[in-house]
């Protein structure tokens, strides 16, 4: 299990003066810590973490949440980064994995809290009188009165319009804040300012070092090894596709075949798109331990409170990723304190996904047209916001609300005006057309936001989802493959391909990458997002705070995404605060 809270006190008092101990030990419990783990509170820092995530070095202290790829203890980690590093130089100079860091010097009266670049474990921030209230959990911040409940409005309308939250940082409560991957937060002198992360990746190869097939499998084997550390067995979370079929792969060959068990989940579905042959031939070619988690509807439906309390996001994903909590207590079950992902693969190699491929054909279109306003259609509606309000800030097309119906257009035109949503938007401007659309776009629909969802759901497990290909020294082959400075390399699966023949059999180096979204059929999809709306009733389809006037439009327009956001109002903001999951009959007590 892993957890992360604290406080610091701005003006530099002892915390325990505004933080007494009963609330200290309330927040513990949200967080799920209890009686377990460590805590450190001295002068104006107060931290709690896990068992061996906290440590202490004159009068610096060092806490992290979630994994760190080390071979040597968390603890002894951080002590040494303690007593050799600067607070400024976050999680660039500690180490791979997928961790938030919190970092304090009661002497030189500053404090730092890191996301490292994965975003795989977040950190959460909320300013209350004096004290920087900092937790791994939404629930803990919300145990401190002093903390609002208010919703966030313009968050509210984003989700509506995108499925999901557009700008970064966003938690759903408006006076909460999420890190963002890679970056810092400092406090100091009573004040609060964004610390930049190291995004070098991103940025185009030097001249002359070039990737290959070989240099990427060379790269997911070492990711794969800093995960494992000194385990001798893992387990694969394995769909039975060429990107978890590689990480399965490479952790066959560092430990041996009998040491690694694949783990498939497969829904009671006579629609579903079972995976579980394909990774069935796959384990027989690998030589592994193959076992399938099979799940039914009503079990699917009853996990649905629990995992949006785990998660506390409010997004399809929920829906499609409750599966995981059997497969990881299975996993558990079996002794396994951590499981191995194929996530982030696609990143690293620039796959197009149908996304980008209805990106990139629109930009070309565009470009070719020059300036002015063109003739754009009817985007898809998942991505629709998104790929208007680039188009808009390019001046391609006029009001990005005339492609909406009449009921909607006050609800677009509030969202795109909104302060964060612009910053957002005019951070892409020197971007070419392409990029700014992928990037707004995979905002929401990346699989980093995927990866978030699954590491949250295991983060209060005994079992850690993981993900090598999104290790840094992994994704740092990313600007290789977006970039394709000469096109002389075969870029994306067709590299996968190559980087893979000979390790892994030829139907799964041809097969088909099946999106998460058709994983489960539409018609459970469908029934599901009933069954919230049925179970909820009248208490579910309050309109949001500031949005009466269009949350009826959205309801008619998009009932699932009101469904899926009234289920997280319930669970995360309306219900009582718990330390144990709730079930469908426990959302009726409200907070």
């Known amino acids: 299990m892993t957890f992360l809270c604290g406080a610091w006190s701005m003006d530099g008092r002892p915390v325990e003066a505004s933080l007494p101990s009963a609330v ?15 805590e450190l509170c001295r002068g104006p820092i107060w931290l709690a973490a896990a068992p061996g995530a906290l440590a202490s070095v004159g009068d610096g202290a060092a806490a992290l949440g979630g994994f760190l790829a080390a071979d040597r203890p968390a603890r002894e980690e951080l002590g040494r980064f303690l007593a050799g590093t600067r607070s400024s130089e976050g999680p660039a100079a500690l180490g791979e994995g997928h961790y938030s860091l919190v970092l304090a010097d009661a002497a030189e009266g500053r404090l730092s809290l890191w996301s490292d670049p994965s975003d795989g474990t977040p950190l959460y921030h909320c300013r209350v009188g004096e004290l920087l209230l900092f937790s791994s959990s939404l629930k803990a911040l919300l145990a401190h009165e002093g903390v609002s409940r208010a919703l966030d409005q313009e968050g509210a309308g984003e989700f509506l319009l995108c499925r999901d939250f557009l700008s970064a940082g966003r938690t759903g409560f408006r006076d909460i804040v999420r890190l963002r991957p890679g970056h810092g937060l400092a406090a100091a002198d009573g004040r609060v300012s964004a610390l930049a992360g190291s995004e070098d990746y991103f940025q185009p190869p030097e001249p002359g070092d070039r990737a290959t097939p070989e240099r990427f499998r060379r790269a997911v084997w070492d990711a794969a090894r800093l995960v494992l550390g000194r385990d001798r067995q893992a387990a694969v979370l394995l769909s039975g596709g060429l990107d978890s079929a590689t990480v399965a792969c490479a952790a066959a ?22 995976e579980a042959p394909a990774a069935a031939a796959l384990c027989r070619h690998l030589g592994i331990r193959h076992e399938v988690v099979r799940i039914g509807y009503e079990e699917t439906l009853a996990l649905l409170p629990e995992t949006v309390w785990r998660t506390e996001m409010p997004a399809s994903p929920n829906i499609h990723h409750c599966r995981l909590l059997p497969v990881l207590g299975r996993m558990r079950k079996e002794g396994f304190s951590k499981a191995l992902t194929g996530f982030g693969i696609i990143e690293v190699l620039g796959y197009l996904s149908h996304h980008d491929r209805y990106l990139k054909g629109l930009a070309a279109s565009l470009t070719r047209r020059g300036e002015g306003a ?12 998104q790929v208007l309000s680039v188009l808009q800030l390019n001046g391609l097309i ?7 119906p009449q009921d909607l257009q006050a609800l677009v035109r509030r969202t795109q005006e909104q302060r964060r949503q612009r910053w957002e938007m005019e951070g892409l401007a020197d971007l070419p057309l392409f990029e700014q659309l992928r990037y707004a776009v995979h905002a929401t629909f990346g699989n980093a936001r995927l990866f978030q969802f699954k590491v949250k759901l295991s983060q209060e497990e005994s079992c850690l989802l993981t993900a090598p290909a999104m290790l840094p020294s992994c994704a740092a082959l990313f600007r290789h493959f977006s970039w394709r400075p000469d096109g002389s390399l075969p870029m994306g699966r067709a590299l996968h391909r190559e980087a893979m023949s000979g390790r892994l059999p030829q139907a799964v180096l041809e097969r088909p990458k099946i999106p998460f979204q058709t994983i489960m059929s539409k018609s459970w999809y469908d029934r599901i997002n009933e069954d919230i709306s049925a179970r909820l009733g009248a208490a579910g389809t309050a309109p949001a705070p500031g949005l009466a006037a269009e949350w009826g439009a959205a309801s008619r327009r998009f009932p699932h995404r009101v469904a899926q956001w009234s289920l997280w109002r319930r669970v995360c903001a309306d219900a009582a605060l718990r330390a144990a999951a709730p079930d469908w009959d426990g959302l009726g007590r409200s907070a």
Do not use: C
């Open 24 to 38: 200290r030990r309330r927040i513990r419990s949200l967080v799920g810590a209890g009686a377990r783990g460590e």
């Open 253 to 274: 060959d560092i430990l041996g075949p009998s040491r690694v068990a694949a783990f498939t989940y497969e829904f009671d579905d006579p629609g579903h798109v079972s």
């Open 374 to 385: 063109a003739e754009v259609g009817t985007p898809p509606a998942e991505i629709r916001f």
């Open 398 to 404: 006029g009001d990005a609300a005339d492609h909406y």
